[in-house]
């Protein structure tokens, strides 16, 4: 973290990926109203046309994006990824660390972009699939439909 550099992730288009309407910097309270849960982020990077489009990501402090600009859907298989992963984790598979990479080395894509929170509507199917691949490699059962479900809980409308 110390040696990242600064500005990194200010955003690189003030367009939105989606509908190609201005994006625009607000509060949490603005996209969850009274319902903005303790240590989640303060501001947004939403678009213009929300809700009509539900585009947005979350921000850092100092305004830089915590990842690439989402939709409900990719926000919805994001985590799923994220489900995943901390089944990979709790039987021992492998850490956090060593999944990124098989994302980075499958996908062909830096480390950094191997994270969820950077995955985009191109390429986080594959994520999911590869990710579904190391639980069966390892012989590990799960409902794939219970993983999969949509589960629009606060927390998750959140998640970065
Ligand atoms: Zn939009």
């Known amino acids: 973290m110390g040696r990242r550099k600064r500005n990194r992730n200010r955003p690189k288009s003030e367009i939105c990926p989606y509908c190609g309407s201005k ?11 009274d319902s903005v849960s303790p240590g989640s982020s303060k501001n947004y990077y939403v678009c213009s046309h929300y809700p009509d489009c539900d585009a947005y990501m979350a921000c850092d402090d100092k305004f830089e994006l915590k990842g690439r ?6 926000r919805h298989q994001r ?37 969820i929170r950077f995955s985009n509507d191109g390429n986080i199917e594959k994520i999911i699939a590869i990710l579904r691949e190391i639980l069966d490699n390892n012989n590990v059962g799960y409902d794939r439909n219970k993983i999969e479900r949509p ?10």
């Not at 600009?69 to 990719?74: D, E, H, K, P, T």
């Not at 985590?79 to 996908?107: C, G």
């Open 69 to 74: 600009v989402a939709n409900g859907w990719l």
């Open 79 to 115: 985590l799923v990824a994220h489900r995943y992963i901390d089944l990979i984790t709790a039987n021992r598979i492998m850490q956090k660390s060593a999944v990124y990479m098989v994302i980075a080395t499958k996908l062909g894509v830096s480390l950094r972009n191997a994270h």
């Open 23 to 33: 994006m625009i910097f607000r509060p949490a309270e603005y996209l969850f109203m």
């Open 151 to 160: 589960l629009y809980t606060r927390k998750n409308l959140q998640e970065d």
